[in-house]
């Protein structure tokens, strides 16, 4: 059973830090590209990073680049995501999912993910 366990979300003030990390289980962690999206009430789940499966190689949403980093760690099946500088407009709840293999040009696309975590609450207050 695939398990995609997120944690390091919290209500921190603007231009505080966080670190969002994804526990994977079940699955061949470096056969998937990994990504993070965000929903706020009442808006659509939104890209926000994306990482190869090697790590390698990084993508992020115009609206964090400049803030956020992506990383993975494939021998401890995880993938992180460093928030700096956050604004009141990164609010949300954040997932982890899982890309597969071959699907790496539709990584902006939710739908193609095979496995999402249950998702960490970020708020940041003015």
């Known amino acids: 059973q695939v398990q995609l366990v997120e944690s390091g979300g919290g209500l921190v003030q603007a231009g505080d830090s966080l670190r969002l990390s994804c526990a994977a289980s079940?699955?061949?962690?470096?056969?998937?590209?990994m990504g993070w999206f965000r929903q706020a009430p009442g808006k659509e789940r939104e890209f926000v990073a994306a990482v190869s499966r090697s790590g390698i190689t990084t993508y992020y949403a115009d609206s964090v680049k400049g803030r956020f980093i992506i990383s993975r760690d494939n021998a401890k099946n995880t993938v992180y995501l460093q928030m700096n500088s956050l604004k009141p407009e990164d609010t949300a709840a954040f997932y982890c999912?899982?890309?597969?293999w071959g699907y790496g040009s539709s990584r902006y696309d939710p739908s193609k993910y095979d496995y999402w975590g249950q998702g960490t609450q970020v708020t940041v207050s003015s």
């Open positions: 999912a899982a890309l597969p």
């Open positions: 079940g699955l061949t962690f470096s056969n998937y590209a």
